[in-house]
């Protein structure tokens, strides 16, 4: 008590003073649930949340800033979407994330997705598979491409998969910008696949 007075602990959104163990106040996280769902030719996807802020700005520290601890709080969006939606399966689904390219995981440390997937994991008693890979060849990053055509080719066999046919899964992802990485991972993994995903950037969709 003597230290919340001394060193109060405040919202990262509403700047209101919350317990130490909270990172945005009860509130704020609600407010970051705005679900949504695209339907595609052959699958749906789910959205927890809008590329916006104060999310964005969120994310972004949990990025590229190393707040890792924000990963139960996007985690508990996905979940929620996954509750939302009912989404139902013929069997218990194995999680699959989209991997980080090496560059990213060497300078980051961590695959930001892959926290997700754990933490989304516990909250649904869900195995987490990690049989989706990046060709070792691979080195691009989405960010660099100019237009959705340069996504589309610099993705074109960028994954492979060594997990079992006839499965179920979920896949995870924070943004989907024009959705070429999760359409050519789909592909790959060629089984019944549901995606999941933190957010999706309304000017790309």
Same mark, same amino acid.
């Given at each position: 008590?003597?230290?919340?007075?001394?060193?109060?602990?405040?919202?990262?959104?509403?700047?209101?003073?919350?317990?130490?163990?909270?990172?945005?106040?009860?509130?704020?996280?609600?407010?970051?649930?705005?679900?949504?769902?695209?339907?595609?030719?052959?699958?749906?996807?789910?959205?927890?949340?809008?590329?916006?802020?104060?999310?964005?700005?969120? *994310? @972004?520290?949990?990025?590229?800033?190393?707040?890792?601890? &924000? /990963? !139960?709080?996007? +985690? #508990? %969006?996905?979940?929620?979407?996954?509750?939302?939606?009912?989404?139902?399966?013929?069997?218990?689904?194995?999680?699959?994330?989209?991997?980080?390219?090496?560059?990213? *995981? @060497?300078?980051?440390?961590?695959?930001?997705?892959?926290? &997700? /997937? !754990?933490?989304? +994991? #516990? %909250?649904?008693?869900?195995?987490?598979?990690?049989?989706?890979?990046?060709?070792?060849?691979?080195?691009?990053?989405?960010?660099?491409?100019?237009?959705?055509?340069?996504?589309?080719?610099?993705?074109?066999?960028?994954?492979?998969?060594?997990?079992?046919?006839?499965?179920?899964?979920?896949?995870?992802?924070?943004?989907?910008?024009?959705?070429?990485?999760?359409?050519?991972?789909?592909?790959?993994?060629?089984?019944?696949?549901?995606?999941?995903?933190?957010?999706?950037?309304?000017?790309?969709?």
């Amino acid at each position: 008590m003597f230290l919340n007075e001394l060193f109060p602990n405040k919202c990262k959104v509403c700047k209101k003073e919350i317990p130490f163990n909270k990172i945005i106040c009860e509130s704020c996280e609600d407010s970051l649930f705005q679900p949504s769902l695209l339907k595609k030719t052959s699958y749906n996807i789910y959205f927890a949340s809008v590329y916006e802020e104060p999310l964005s700005s969120l *994310l @972004k520290e949990f990025k590229f800033k190393e707040n890792i601890h &924000l /990963a !139960k709080i996007f +985690s #508990k %969006l996905l979940y929620r979407t996954y509750k939302h939606y009912n989404i139902e399966f013929n069997e218990i689904p194995e999680i699959i994330y989209i991997p980080s390219i090496k560059r990213h *995981l @060497k300078k980051r440390g961590y695959n930001p997705v892959f926290l &997700l /997937a !754990k933490e989304y +994991s #516990k %909250l649904t008693g869900f195995n987490i598979n990690n049989k989706l890979k990046i060709q070792k060849r691979y080195s691009k990053s989405q960010v660099e491409a100019n237009n959705y055509f340069e996504r589309i080719h610099q993705v074109k066999n960028k994954f492979f998969f060594e997990g079992v046919k006839e499965k179920e899964y979920i896949i995870i992802d924070d943004v989907l910008t024009t959705g070429a990485t999760l359409e050519n991972a789909i592909k790959t993994i060629n089984n019944y696949v549901v995606p999941i995903i933190l957010c999706k950037n309304v000017k790309n969709i």
